[in-house]
């Protein structure tokens, strides 16, 4: 069983900075991109930035310039930190990732951390 642990949300006025952390663990002989995605109310769930186990980096274009995405492989953790955020960013942000078993990729989910951003 693979298990996916988001943590870092919460309530932030406009402009200000959040850092979304999200640690794997359990039973996986490795993890190849990893990703945030997000889903505000009555829209649909949308990739944030995702990265691969190199680190080579992808942004949606409503986050570039704000949003930087990074992983410690070590940790099989994965961070979003989250500068001049805007009330759109408003959203639940999930973790990704797609991680190796018994010679497969899985693709795992976190359940979610709340992000909302005041004006």
């Known amino acids: 069983q693979v298990r996916l642990v988001e943590s870092g949300g919460g309530l932030v006025q406009a402009g200000g900075s959040l850092r979304l952390s999200c640690a794997a663990s359990g039973s996986f002989s490795g993890i190849n991109a990893m990703g945030w995605y997000r889903q505000a109310p009555e829209k649909q769930r949308e990739l944030v930035a995702t990265?691969?186990?190199?680190?080579?980096?992808n942004y949606a274009d409503s986050v570039k310039g704000r949003f930087t995405i990074s992983r410690d492989n070590a940790k099989n953790t994965v961070y979003l930190q989250m500068n001049s955020l805007k009330p759109e960013d408003t959203a639940v942000y999930y973790c990704n990732a797609g991680v190796r078993r018994w010679g497969t990729v899985a693709d795992a989910w976190g359940q979610g951390t709340l992000v909302t951003v005041s004006s």
């Open positions: 990265i691969t186990s190199i680190g080579n980096t």
